[in-house]
């Protein structure tokens, strides 16, 4: 079945994996075959029974259909795609493959060639090889023949075996030694083709056995072409087995040519004839290497039983420690790996650039060599390269056997949440490529969607943009953490629901609340509203709201004694009234003679000066909080952005600006600084109590409605002007309308509904004005009434109402957003690392929900009256939660009672039995509807099982025609073949 085939049945065919080949003599010995189309699939279900999650994605297709009528609008950039830096740069590995070979097809071209840029005549070749030229008609054929014609067919006859020709040719004038362009002489030809007859005769003529016009010698030839005979001839009459090849500055030995070719037979000979297996070329590289790069597994096995072989022996090159093994892995030879395993290769060697032999296999994609490495090298899947990364880290990429090769490094121990030098982890890289199905099974095994690269980007930020669909994992974890069981107790067998907070938790400590709130910073706040979500947010503000609260009266004894400070000393000036008894006492209810308490403080000036020793020990230890604070931040920048935090530094300053220390006396200019400072301070008290999730919904209100107003006074502020000035200009002789600035004042005024009617009854000068100003004065009045009074506000009361109906519907999700990041807030300051450690070790244990790893599990009886530990509507969510998925996960057969659908009879082959534990849904308050719900989703199931079942079918059909086919095209094949 063709592509086109598997792609219109939704079926994704696996690529082949080509591995090398390299040409050779056309006996077929040395040809690497090509590993046949594997079709495998996996059904991958969660073991809650959660809903479908997606393993494997079908292609979809996203965007324009090609062809379709459309151009791209220019509007500016987009945003740049994210980048990872400096990823697998120069992640080539040294490969021993060199082009210093020789195959039939090469020396055949070549001849022929040769004979042709010469002027010589190729029908010559032809009739030596078509056996018309014979021994008889030899002289005849070659009457009148050139030089060049002669001695390209001495060598043309000795490639061909033809040795009856071979001494004719010499005896008509072809030269013993000549060479054509590649440096083959006779004798080179006659060893590759391993023709002992031509061999022996041409030694026997004076050809010597070591001649190397150029590159190779005649032994060389012979270990090419892995003929063996011819190459015990030429040892027995002298070659010498240490001559190397010289080509390019590149030179190999024997054993390197014979591996190259794939020459088992000449490998043992050279072997048994005592050459170094370990021997390095001018590369750094020995036969070993050779053989594992190229995968040649026989001549591997061959050279491994040597005893002197060394299968860990690096590549002695200039910054390159490559062994045997890191080779193999990288092409993916799966058989030399399990040979160098066996034979004592360390899986755990790394190369110049930190990379294991797993790295290189798991970068390229090959499982199975991947698993020999973990099974039988128990190669570290931890182990790290020189940028930190992990095999799980290369393991990531877009072919289809990625998913299995993370999968198999998770189960053998890979940390799923390492990163590497850029703080990238899988799950990054992953998202990146939007690997969908690589993104779940990470999130699955434990990956944490909520760790930042060394810029910030956290993993869920990326899936968000990449691959939200594979969100629904998350979701799917966190209903798999809330269970149903029973009591321990045998005497009270209730219902217990079982809350594991690990998943919220696992990625966290101590900081507890920073994996919700990353999905908050995120825009995925819903999670929010899940019963795990919720109820840990609960138990967590039980434990933390402690420490906000002691902020909360700190803070307000802050203001409280700041607002004591303004009041006596600044706004009744009686430090000032009690310092200079020459000067009049301001007649200030607070400061009257009369006055007990303003008697005290004229006499007393003591008191106001002991309260305002009180308000800097107080604000020194505010400044020290707030210092403290900028090590919540994640930068200095977002600090200083923060307005509560400029708000408090504005009070703090403040409270030094208007002292009377440095004169003794106060001033006028420090009653407006004192009255901003008291009025921020009781509005930033406002706002910190406002982020108490009991008081946070009235606040809120109060900032939307005054965020709405802001809006709505700038769309309307000319309209407001022009009445002011209309005023002006109208009414120029009353007080409200005497300035722009005080007419605009009173225009605010009149619009909240104190409207003054004097001003069209009565004038100032007591003088009528003209009868048509005055008509003027009146429509300019009704105009603003209608317009301003009347429109404008209630459209402001109208969209302050819809704005509050709609955060009362959202009130509860944005109760736990506030709580979220107030927990968050407060853990910043708790758990920053400056505190010492008797007072961190005591946080943990008064501020967190687990202090050990082990106390994460929270087991409530929702169905008990009498449980307060969790509000009702969170346990209630959390038990029909637990409910539908004990429904969803029960098993089709248990051992108290079956129930039998028969109505499935025409949908299956067979009559399907399920089974429902009657006796558990009733100790655990399930209803007997669940029966219906499991007999609806069977239903549903057996719809989509016909659907693959006609797919099948369908496949099947298509299957059976294509053998057909091939076995028709097969049957022609050996027709043609037994004619010729």
Request: proline share 3%; hydrophobic share 40%.
């Amino acid at each position: 079945m063709d592509n086109f085939a598997f792609e219109k049945e939704g079926i994704k065919p696996l690529p082949r994996r080509v591995t090398r080949v390299v040409s050779m003599a056309d006996n077929g010995r040395s040809n690497q075959t090509i590993s046949p189309l594997k079709l495998s699939s996996r059904f991958k279900t969660l073991s809650n029974g959660m809903g479908n999650v997606r393993w494997r994605n079908d292609p979809e297709t996203l965007g324009p259909q090609p062809g379709a009528d459309f151009e791209y609008m220019q509007v500016g950039p987009s945003p740049p795609a994210e980048s990872v830096p400096n990823l697998y740069d120069s992640y080539e590995e040294t490969s021993t493959d060199a082009t210093t070979f020789i195959c039939n097809d090469i020396i055949r071209v070549s001849l022929m060639e040769q004979l042709r840029n010469a002027g010589g005549r190729t029908v010559l070749l032809e009739n030596i090889e078509s056996k018309l030229t014979t021994a008889e008609n030899l002289r005849d054929v070659y009457d009148g023949a050139t030089n060049i014609e002669k001695n390209i067919s001495f060598l043309w006859t000795a490639f061909l075996k033809r040795s009856d020709l071979l001494e004719k040719l010499i005896d008509d004038g072809a030269e013993l030694m000549y060479f054509d362009n590649s440096g083959f002489t006779a004798l080179h030809l006659a060893a590759y083709s391993g023709c002992a007859e031509c061999t022996n005769l041409l030694i026997q003529k004076g050809v010597e056995v070591n001649v190397q016009p150029k590159c190779f010698t005649p032994l060389h030839c012979a270990a090419f072409g892995n003929a063996k005979e011819t190459a015990k001839i030429l040892i027995n009459n002298g070659a010498n087995l240490n001559t190397l090849t010289k080509k390019l500055n590149y030179e190999e030995s024997l054993l390197h040519c014979a591996v190259r070719s794939n020459a088992l037979d000449c490998v043992k000979l050279f072997i048994a004839e005592g050459m170094d297996v370990n021997l390095l070329d001018n590369n750094g590289s020995n036969s070993i290497h050779l053989a594992s790069d190229l995968g040649h597994a026989q001549c591997l096995q061959a050279l491994l039983e040597c005893p002197t072989a060394d299968p860990n022996l690096r590549i002695q090159q200039k910054d390159k420690e490559t062994t045997a093994l890191h080779l193999a892995a990288d092409e993916g030879n799966v058989e030399c790996i399990t040979l160098l395993l066996a034979k004592g290769a360390d899986a755990r060697i790394k190369n110049h650039r930190g990379f294991s032999a797993l790295h290189l296999a798991a970068r390229g994609a090959s499982l199975e060599c991947v698993e020999a490495l973990l099974r039988i090298g128990n190669a570290d899947p931890n182990a790290e390269d020189g940028d930190h990364r992990t095999a799980l880290h290369t393991a990531v990429g877009k072919a289809d056997t990625a998913f299995d090769i993370l999968e198999l490094l998770i189960l053998w121990g890979a940390n799923v949440n390492h990163k590497d030098v850029y703080g990238f982890t899988a799950l990054h890289l992953a998202a990146l490529d939007g690997l969908a199905q690589c993104v779940e099974m990470l999130l699955f095994h434990g990956a944490d969607v909520t760790t930042k690269t060394k810029k910030g980007t956290s993993a869920l930020n990326i899936i968000m943009r990449k691959t939200p669909a594979s969100l629904a994992m998350i979701s799917h974890k966190l209903d798999a953490a809330i269970s149903l069981t029973h009591s321990q107790e045998h005497s009270n067998r209730e219902v217990e629901l079982e809350l594991d907070f690990r998943s919220i938790l696992q990625h966290c400590h101590p900081r507890e609340i920073s994996y919700l709130n990353t999905f908050v910073d995120e825009g995925q706040k819903e999670i929010l509203q899940h019963p795990l979500c919720s109820a840990f947010l609960y138990i967590k503000w039980g434990k933390i709201r402690k420490y906000y609260i002691a902020r909360l009266l700190f803070c307000f004894t802050f203001v409280l004694f700041l607002t004591l400070y303004v009041l006596t000393a600044l706004a009744h000036n009686c430090y000032n009234g009690s310092k200079d008894m020459k000067e009049t006492i301001q007649e200030q209810e607070l400061c009257q003679k009369q006055s007990i308490l303003g008697d005290m403080l004229r006499n007393n000036p003591f008191v106001m000066e002991m309260q305002w020793m009180v308000l800097v020990a107080i604000t020194v230890v505010e400044i020290c909080r707030k210092i403290y604070g900028i090590t919540g931040y994640t930068s200095f920048r977002h600090y200083v952005t923060q307005a509560e935090n400029a708000i408090e530094w504005f009070i703090i300053i403040s409270v030094f600006v208007i002292s009377y220390i440095y004169t003794k006396r106060t001033y006028t200019w420090q009653n407006h600084i004192g009255a901003f400072a008291v009025l921020l301070g009781w509005t930033n008290l406002m706002l910190m109590i406002g982020q108490l999730p009991v008081f946070g919904a009235y606040v809120a209100m109060y900032r939307k409605v005054q965020v709405e107003f802001a809006k709505l006074f700038m769309a309307y502020s000319c309209m407001l002007i022009g009445f002011t000035i209309s005023f002006c200009v109208i009414f120029p002789s009353s007080s409200s309308f005497a300035n722009p600035f005080m007419g605009f004042i009173t225009v605010l005024v009149m619009m909240t509904g104190e409207q003054d009617l004097d001003l069209l009854i009565n004038d100032p000068d007591g003088k009528d004005p003209p009868f048509l100003l005055e008509i003027s004065a009146q429509i300019t009045f009704v105009l603003f009434l209608l317009f301003v009074t009347v429109i404008l506000m209630n459209l402001l009361i109208g969209i302050a109402v819809h704005d509050i109906q709609g955060l009362k519907k959202t009130a509860g999700l944005s109760k736990l957003v506030r709580q979220t990041k107030l927990i968050s807030y407060i853990e910043s300051a708790l758990f920053n690392g400056w505190l010492p450690n008797w007072l961190r070790s005591l946080l943990h244990y008064t501020a967190l929900v687990s202090p050990q790893a082990y106390r994460v599990v929270l087991s409530v009886k929702p169905l008990n009256p009498g449980e307060k530990r969790l509000p009702r509507d969170i346990m209630m969510a959390a038990y029909e939660v637990a409910k539908q998925k004990k429904h969803v996960s029960h098993t089709v057969s248990n051992r108290n009672s079956t129930v039998t659908f028969l109505n499935y009879k025409n949908k299956f082959d067979s009559i399907g039995v399920f089974a429902v534990d009657r006796s558990r849904d009733s100790d655990n308050g399930f209803e007997n509807a669940s029966i219906c719900t499991l007999a609806a989703k069977i239903d549903e199931n057996a719809e989509k099982m016909d659907s693959l079942k006609n797919e099948i079918h369908e496949l099947k059909a298509m299957l059976l025609e294509n053998q057909r086919v091939l076995e028709k095209l097969c049957s022609s094949l050996q027709e043609r073949k037994s004619c010729n």
